[in-house]
């Protein structure tokens, strides 16, 4: 369903947001859970030789945000890591922590146990 989610919106964070604020508080925790684990995937990849924490971050947020083609593409071929950020986007990290927050006052961090 994660990935699902992901393609659906297109890249973009407003639908995104819509998507997300029509499911189920679980749904929304969950899909944040996921996300993580989709980045913790990827700590392996080099991004630059001495790239900060921040940017790997942003990096690896990025790829997951392009969705699951481009996900799986940068596992197979880690060469491919874009070089630079893009400012343009998508950047789809903390949606599900503004949805979970507007929809039922809660902070997503605090679920992660």
Known sequence: MFWSIIDESNGSKDKLKSILASEP??????????FLKAISNL??????GG???????????????KG?????EIVKHP???????DPNGPYF???AGDVLMERFG???TEQLS
């Open 93 to 95: 990290l903390n949606v």
């Open 51 to 65: 790239a900060s924490e921040d940017y790997r971050e942003d990096v690896f947020t990025l790829i997951v945000s």
């Open 79 to 85: 060469e491919c890591v874009p070089g630079d950020i």
């Open 43 to 48: 700590e392996e990849i080099m991004c630059g």
């Open 68 to 72: 699951r083609e481009y996900y799986d």
């Open 25 to 34: 508080r679980v749904i929304v925790i969950d899909f944040y859970k996921e």
């Open 106 to 108: 809660e902070e997503i």
